[in-house]
């Protein structure tokens, strides 16, 4: 049972979760390296929490199962529990403690040997910044610091896997960043990090993504083969009025589809589509245009592209 | 299996979490005290100063005797004298009296010819228990004023003398039964309510679920989690007990070891019934009503404590079988009251082990490290 360093940390195996008649996730089945960033991508209700929770051992499949290390977590999920960290989406340490007592509760909880523990918590405070503020409530803390608290609880223990649950979610620009910093710093040091994600932007950070959309697979690969599978070219149209510029180029043969993308218009083109026949679609319905250039897709929009497929056929 | 590192540190999380928490605090130890105080001077069986209006339509020595007899009973006070037998509905109806004694016109006047002479005696009947234990008193009362006016200059020795003595609370104070049993009765309700809170709080609060993750095996959590509520279960027992001696006055006659060895039995069954309605409602609210319900009746009602669990009827006398406070007020009233010890309370101790077993065991069996299942 000890797995060689070749080995996939996590191996989904058709992991199926029903509530009542509901599907949060049907057949899941791909395998997450040792090191590897992973990313699972998908708007809500895509089940990347579901997904999470099977891992973590929180809650059981209804069929197909998640080895990790080799270990079964729908047969023996508390086998599996003390070689990870599962970081829940909603904060879940105690408001009602300090940092500290969180620290050590969590550090108590993992065994963590006492002649280690404050080797350790210093290293945890010297990314997290947070020992000025060890005797201070929880509750009392930002948004950002809350999460850096919940990861130095995940990471007192040397966890060899991580499990977080949008970690970034209601966190300040600042604090997402030196999160991520950290998350790098893991994976470099041989942590295998599984990271769900609604920011597509973080996605991109990732070694490898799976985009979920309502339970199922859409897409499983690195960011940028799935950006360079994208199919035809993708054109932005800076344009004063891009709702009128989509609801007429939506139809448009020379268009597969329109998407607005904050204050610009993202353009795929259909087969035989071509730069010039948008731009002159735009000018004779006489909306004005600052310039339609061709840009590489984000992963964003590659997952409009999937999505939007999956849900034609 | 169990981690004594684990435990203790669920032990003193949980324990933090209780010192912080201001509602906690007083439901754990102010509670208790002020349900004992508040019980302890508002129950009682006792029935003195009866109200007692009377209509003396004869007016004569025997008449006042009588009425004098009634008086210095002790049971019963005289607070009014109606001048119309017609008056006594009013007396009864605006509860100015209890009890409307009316003494007929030629009431002396049988007496002297040897003939009964009836008093009639109207009783406020709505509040039947204190009715009936007046109608006893005055039966008592006029029987032992009869006696006396039928031997009056003669002394007789009765063939047959019933000598009564009433052992373990000979001036029948009714608070020295009450007051042992408040004791089962509030800890049955508190310990229940506290540890309902607990692991319903958690899941509320999201931190079942980040605990849920960890290692710690879910008897850790259970166990842990009691340790600090048994600590404060002891506390408030104390508490009570002390203030049953020295407040109320109630004779401690047993050995304090016996006490604390049966409370530890009880406080854990109770404590463990609480946290299993916790685990099985995984909400503060319905965990909070459900411990009510489960604790509260059945402790005041089918615990022996309001009532004699003799004479219920055989379905409810079945019922409180299963109500631990039934043992442990037993166990409270035997030692406070009899002194007793092992030789006599080894059933109730057998009943608490069996109750304590099932309470920990319910909580441990339905308590789940999962989501959902």
Redesign the interface.
């Known amino acids: 049972m000890n797995p060689t360093a070749g080995d996939p940390v996590v191996v989904l195996e058709g992991l199926t979760r029903r509530?009542g008649t509901a599907v949060a996730v049907a057949d899941l089945s791909f395998a997450v390296e040792r090191a590897e960033l992973f990313g699972i991508v998908g708007p809500d209700g895509a089940g990347k929490t579901t997904t999470l929770?099977l891992l973590?051992?929180?809650?059981?499949p209804t069929s197909g199962d998640a080895r990790l290390f080799g270990i079964s977590v729908a047969r023996e999920?508390?086998r599996v529990?003390?070689q990870?960290?599962?970081?829940?989406q909603?904060?879940?340490?105690?408001?009602?403690?300090t940092v500290a007592?969180n620290i050590?509760?969590?550090a108590?909880?993992?065994?963590v040997p006492r002649r280690e523990r404050a080797d350790r918590i210093e290293r945890l405070h010297a990314f997290s910044r947070l020992g000025e503020f060890s005797d201070r409530l929880a509750g009392a803390l930002s948004g950002g610091m809350k999460q850096k608290l919940?990861l130095s609880c995940a990471l007192v223990h040397r966890p060899a896997l991580l499990?977080l649950d949008e970690p970034t979610f209601g966190v300040d620009p600042i604090s997402r960043r030196d999160l991520w910093l950290i998350l790098h710093e893991m994976v470099a040091e041989g942590v295998t990090i599984v990271v769900s994600t609604s920011y597509l932007d973080e996605a991109e950070r990732c070694d490898r993504v799976v985009l979920l959309d309502r339970g199922r697979v859409l897409a499983f690969d690195r960011p940028a083969a799935l950006q360079a599978a994208f199919p035809g070219r993708l054109l932005s149209v800076a344009t004063a009025e891009p709702r009128d510029a989509r609801d007429r180029l939506r139809d448009h043969p020379a268009v597969a589809r329109a998407t607005l993308f904050g204050r610009n218009l993202h353009v795929q083109l259909a087969p035989g589509g071509s730069p010039e026949a948008v731009a002159a679609a735009l000018a004779a319905a006489a909306i004005p245009t600052e310039g339609i250039v061709a840009i590489e897709p984000s992963l964003e929009d590659v997952f409009i592209d999937r999505v939007a497929g999956s849900a034609v056929s | 299996m169990l981690d004594p590192i684990r435990l203790a540190a669920m032990a003193r999380k949980e324990w933090i979490q209780l010192r912080r928490d201001a509602r906690s605090m007083a439901l754990a130890f102010v509670l208790p005290l002020l349900l004992l105080l508040f019980f302890g001077y508002a129950i009682t069986w006792d029935v003195r100063d009866i109200r007692l209006a009377v209509h003396d339509a004869d007016g004569g020595a025997d008449a006042r005797d009588l009425i004098q007899a009634f008086e210095s009973s002790g049971y019963f006070r005289v607070v009014s004298r109606l001048d119309r037998s017609a008056d006594a509905d009013r007396e009864l109806e605006a509860g100015r009296a209890l009890a409307v004694m009316a003494i007929p016109p030629d009431f002396g006047e049988r007496l002297r010819a040897g003939e009964p002479a009836p008093v009639q005696l109207l009783l406020d009947g709505s509040d039947a228990n204190t009715a009936t234990i007046a109608l006893g008193y005055a039966d008592a009362i006029a029987s032992r004023f009869g006696q006396q006016v039928v031997l009056r200059g003669v002394r007789i020795d009765p063939p047959v003398e019933v000598a009564s003595r009433v052992w373990y609370n000979p001036e029948l104070r009714s608070r020295n039964m009450i007051v042992p049993g408040l004791v089962a009765v509030i800890m049955s309700i508190i310990a229940a309510m506290l540890t309902a809170l607990t692991i319903a709080r958690e899941w509320e609060r999201g931190t079942m679920e980040q605990l849920a993750a960890t290692p710690v095996h879910r008897l850790e959590v259970v166990l842990g989690k009691l340790v600090p509520y048994l600590g404060i279960g002891f506390v408030d027992v104390a508490v009570a007990v002390a203030a049953g001696v020295f407040i109320f006055d109630v004779p401690l006659r047993g050995n304090l070891l016996l006490l604390a060895a049966m409370t530890l039995l009880f406080l854990i069954g109770a404590l463990g019934l609480g946290m299993f309605i916790s685990a099985a409602m995984r909400s503060q609210v319905l965990a909070t009503q459900v411990a009510m319900i489960a604790t509260y009746l059945p402790a005041l009602l089918l615990s022996g404590f309001l009532f004699d669990i003799a004479s219920m009827p055989v379905v409810l006398k079945a019922a409180t079988a299963i109500v631990p406070a039934r043992y442990y007020i037993t166990v409270t009233r035997g030692i406070f009251l009899k002194g007793v010890g092992v030789e006599a309370l080894w059933a109730q101790g057998l009943a608490m082990i069996v109750f304590a077993a099932a309470g920990l065991g319910l909580a441990a069996a339905t308590f789940r490290k999962r989501i959902a299942p």
């Open positions: 509530f929770r973590a051992g929180v809650l059981p999920p508390e529990k003390p990870l960290a599962y970081m829940a909603r904060f879940g340490l105690y408001e009602d403690l007592e050590h509760f969590y108590d909880l993992y065994r919940a499990l």
